[in-house]
C-alpha cells in the first residue's frame, strides 16, 4: 500500500516561535529548537521528520508563512 | 469652442466649472452658505455626461477622506464646505499634504467660531494660510473676489495642485458663493485618461506597488520628507505669488484686501481719490504664497497701509511682516457677517493716518 | 536564508503542496509572535494571487497594528486617516469601478473612531471587501480598551475589567451592518486553524466573485488574537479565544446572499 510521505521547510531566520504549528501539526513532527535564532526566538524544527504526511496543516496556520510543504507518494 | 456666458452664483460658477475643467469626482456635505456646490452637481449629473462622480457624503470627515482616496488614485478630486465644515475636514487636509496628493478644497467663509453665523467673512485666513491641521504644512490659497474668478480658479487649482502634488484652497466667503454675475465659462475639457506615475492604480508587472501614506517612524527619514515639503513650499513662494494691483502708482496710502474686502476697497479707493486722498489697493490673489516682497516694496513708497478684513485681524499679520516696520500698518475690518461699507473703509483709513 | 528541513529526498519541486504566496513581499512582519494579522495577510495576498488580481487590486489600510500592510502584500496601498478606511475606498472605487478595492481595519479603527464611515459605506453598499479583524483590544498603542473588548476584560484603559455600566457593551458591529440593505454578504470567521483558515479565505474569495458582480458590500469579520495585549502566550491565547471571545462572536455567517 502507498504512504503519504512529507517533508517540511522552515525558513528559521523568519520563525517567531509561536508554536502554532507545533500544537497544530497531526504526527508531533515539530518541536522547538534549544537555541534561538537570530531574532531571538526559539524557532520551530521537524524534531521527528519520518512522522511528517505533508499535510501543511503547519504552513496554513503560520502567521508568518515561513514552512514550505512537500508530499509524496512512496 | 468658444466660452460660453452665463447669469451665475459664485456657487453655481464652481460647480458649473468642476464641471468643465474635467474633474472626477466631488465629495460634499451640505453646509450654508456653499450647498448650492453640491446641488447644481446633482441636478446636473455629470455621470451622465463626462463620467464624473458626485456624491454627498456622511459627514465633512467623510468628504475629505474620499478626497484623499481618489487622489491617491490620480484622480482630479474636490470639495467644498464651508468654515466649521473645514474645521472638520483639517484631518484629511493634513493626511492629503503629508501624502502630497494633489486636490482641491473650496471653503466658502462664514462667521465664527463655533456654529458662528451663515453671513461673510474672512475670518478662516489663519486656518487656511498658516497650516489649519497638524503638522508642517501649507495649502496653496485662492481668494477670488468674482464670480468670474470662482470658476477660473477651479481650472487654475487642479493645474496647481498636480503641478506640485498639493493641496489648492478655494478660499471664497459667503458673499461671493451667494452674488449672482455674469461669468464666461470655458469649453468643456476632457478628463484626463492618464495617471501620475505615484498613483495607486493597481500594479502592474512594470514597476513596484505604489503606496500613498503620511507615515514614517524613522525620524531621519521624516525629517528629509519634511525638508523636501519646505523646498516644495519655497519653490511656490518663489513662482505662484499672484496679485492685482489698483491705482496703486501714485498712492500715498495703501489698502491691502482680499475676496469680498478687495471689491469694497475698490469702491473706497474711487471715494478716497474723490476727496483728495491718494489711495491704492493691493489685492492678493494667493494667499499662500503671500506677495510679501510686492507689499514690501510698495511699503517704501507709501506712508501707511490699511489691512482691510472681515475679520478681528489675520492676514494683518502678513501685511506687517512684509513691511517690516518701515511703515505704520493698521487692521479694519467688521465681524460676525457683516460686509465693510466702502465709506466705513475711507473713514477708518482718515482716522487712522489723516487726524489732526 | 537560515533554514531547517524535513526528509531531504522528499524535497523536490514535483512535490511542493505549500509555500510563501510570491505576494507577500521579503519584509519580515513586525506583528507579535503568533498575531492573527500574520494569517489573514498571508490569506488575502494567497487570494489575490489566486484569482490574478494584483494588478487590479487597491488596499486601504487603517491606523492600528495593521497600518504597515502596505509593506506586506504586494499591491497598491493606500494608507488610510484613523477609521476612515471605508471613505477612503469608497471614493476609490466609484473613480476606479473595475479595481478589486478593500479595506482591511481593526476593532479601534473599524467599529469606534469609523463607526460613521462603516455604517455608511455599507448602507450605500459601496462594492468593496472589508476585512474586519477583531481581537477585541487596541494592539497598537499598548492594549487599550477596544469596542470589542468583552465584559470583564481587562485592558490597560479598564484594568479591572471592562464594567459595562460605566463602559458600556463589547459592540456587535457585524451583526448590526448585516441589517443594512446594502451589505451583500457578512461572515465572521477566524484563522487559527487550519480548518478556520480555509474557510475565511473561501470567504475572501467569495467576496471577490460578488465584487465582480457588482453585488455590494462585502464585510468578513476575522475575530483574532492579541497575545501581548491579552499577556498570554499565542497557544493560550487561541484557547482563551475559542473559549470567550467565540462565545460573544460566534463564528458563522451573518448574512448570506439569496440567489
Given amino acids: 500500500m502507498a504512504k503519504i510521505k512529507g517533508s517540511i521547510v522552515i525558513n528559521i531566520d523568519r520563525c517567531k516561535g509561536c508554536e502554532v504549528c507545533m500544537v497544530t501539526c497531526p504526527t508531533g513532527t515539530i518541536a522547538m529548537a534549544k537555541e534561538v535564532n537570530k531574532q531571538g526566538y526559539y524557532y520551530a524544527f521537524p524534531a521527528h521528520p519520518d512522522l511528517c504526511i505533508g499535510c501543511a496543516s503547519c504552513a496554513i496556520v503560520c502567521p508568518d508563512g515561513v514552512i514550505t510543504v512537500y508530499k509524496t507518494k512512496i | 469652442m468658444e466660452k460660453e456666458l452665463r447669469l451665475m452664483k459664485g456657487n453655481e460658477a464652481i460647480a458649473e466649472a468642476a464641471i468643465r475643467a474635467g474633474a472626477d469626482g466631488y465629495f460634499g456635505y451640505p453646509i450654508t452658505p456653499q450647498s448650492e456646490i453640491l446641488e447644481y452637481l446633482m441636478e446636473a449629473n455629470p455621470m451622465n455626461t463626462t463620467g464624473m462622480v458626485v456624491l454627498q457624503a456622511e459627514s465633512e470627515l467623510a468628504a475629505i477622506n474620499m478626497v484623499y482616496g481618489g487622489a491617491a488614485c490620480g484622480k482630479r478630486v474636490m470639495t467644498s464646505s464651508s468654515s466649521p465644515g473645514i474645521s472638520l475636514k483639517q484631518e484629511g487636509i493634513t493626511y492629503i499634504a503629508g501624502a502630497e496628493l494633489p486636490c482641491l478644497i473650496v471653503n466658502v467663509v462664514r462667521g465664527g467660531p463655533g456654529l458662528g453665523t451663515i453671513q461673510p467673512a474672512q475670518s478662516d485666513y489663519f486656518q487656511a494660510v498658516k497650516g489649519g491641521g497638524h503638522g508642517d504644512y501649507h495649502l496653496i490659497v485662492l481668494a477670488p473676489a468674482s464670480v468670474q474668478e470662482m470658476a477660473d480658479f477651479v481650472d487654475l487649482s487642479f493645474e496647481l495642485a498636480f503641478k506640485y502634488r498639493n493641496p489648492v484652497m478655494i478660499l471664497s466667503d459667503g458673499a461671493i458663493g451667494q452674488m449672482m454675475e455674469k461669468v464666461w465659462l470655458s469649453p468643456q475639457k476632457e478628463r484626463s485618461k492618464v495617471a501620475p506615475d505615484w498613483a495607486t492604480t493597481g500594479k502592474p508587472t512594470t514597476r513596484k506597488h505604489n503606496i500613498i501614506t503620511s507615515l514614517e517612524l524613522d525620524p531621519n527619514v521624516q525629517e528629509a520628507f519634511n525638508e523636501k515639503l519646505v523646498r516644495k513650499y519655497n519653490k511656490i513662494r518663489e513662482e505662484e505669488v499672484r496679485f492685482e494691483e489698483f491705482q496703486c502708482e501714485d498712492a500715498e496710502y495703501l489698502l491691502v484686501a482680499y475676496g469680498t474686502s478687495a471689491r469694497v476697497c475698490q469702491k473706497s479707493v474711487q471715494l478716497a481719490r474723490q476727496q483728495g486722498i491718494k489711495v491704492g489697493l493691493l489685492r492678493p490673489i494667493t494667499l499662500f504664497p503671500f506677495p510679501y516682497k510686492k507689499i514690501g516694496a510698495l511699503a517704501g513708497r507709501v506712508k501707511g497701509m490699511l489691512s482691510v478684513e472681515m475679520s478681528a485681524g489675520q492676514m494683518v499679520e502678513d501685511v506687517l511682516l512684509s513691511v517690516n516696520g518701515k511703515v505704520p500698518v493698521f487692521h479694519f475690518g467688521r465681524m460676525g457677517g457683516i460686509v465693510t461699507t466702502p465709506e466705513e473703509v475711507v473713514e477708518n483709513l482718515k482716522s487712522k493716518f489723516l487726524k489732526g | ?259
Fill in chain 3, 1 to 259: 536564508m537560515a533554514e531547517v528541513t524535513g526528509i531531504k529526498e522528499y524535497i523536490k519541486p514535483e512535490n511542493l503542496v505549500y509555500t510563501r504566496t510570491k505576494l507577500m513581499t521579503e519584509n519580515v512582519l513586525h506583528y507579535c509572535p503568533g498575531c492573527g494579522h500574520s494569517t489573514a495577510h498571508r490569506i488575502l495576498a494567497e487570494v489575490i494571487d489566486e484569482e490574478g488580481l494584483q494588478s487590479e487590486t487597491i488596499g486601504v489600510c487603517p491606523v492600528g497594528c495593521s497600518v504597515f500592510l502596505y509593506n506586506y502584500i504586494d499591491v497598491d496601498v493606500q494608507e488610510a486617516a484613523h477609521g476612515r478606511a471605508p471613505a477612503v475606498a469608497t471614493a476609490v472605487k466609484r473613480l476606479m469601478p473595475d479595481k478589486f478595492v478593500f479595506t482591511y481595519q481593526g476593532d479601534g479603527d473599524l467599529a469606534a473612531i469609523g463607526t460613521a464611515e462603516t455604517i455608511h459605506s455599507c448602507n450605500r453598499g459601496e462594492n468593496i471587501l472589508i476585512i474586519f479583524i477583531n481581537n477585541g483590544i487596541y494592539g497598537m498603542t499598548g492594549g487599550q480598551m477596544a469596542p470589542t473588548t468583552l465584559e470583564g476584560m481587562k485592558t490597560a484603559t479598564c484594568p479591572y475589567g471592562r464594567d459595562v455600566k460605566l463602559m458600556g457593551y463589547p459592540l456587535k458591529i457585524t451583526e448590526i451592518v448585516a441589517t443594512l440593505p446594502g451589505t451583500y454578504y457578512v461572515t465572521r470567521q477566524s484563522v487559527h486553524t487550519p480548518a478556520n483558515v480555509r474557510k475565511t479565505k473561501k470567504a475572501i474569495k467569495k467576496a471577490v466573485q460578488y465584487q465582480k458582480l457588482n453585488k455590494g458590500t462585502c464585510f468578513i469579520e476575522i475575530v483574532s488574537n492579541c497575545p501581548s495585549g491579552w499577556k498570554m502566550t499565542p497557544v493560550q491565547a487561541n484557547k482563551w479565544m475559542e473559549e470567550n471571545m467565540f462565545a460573544k462572536y460566534p463564528l458563522g455567517d451573518i448574512k448570506t446572499p439569496v440567489e
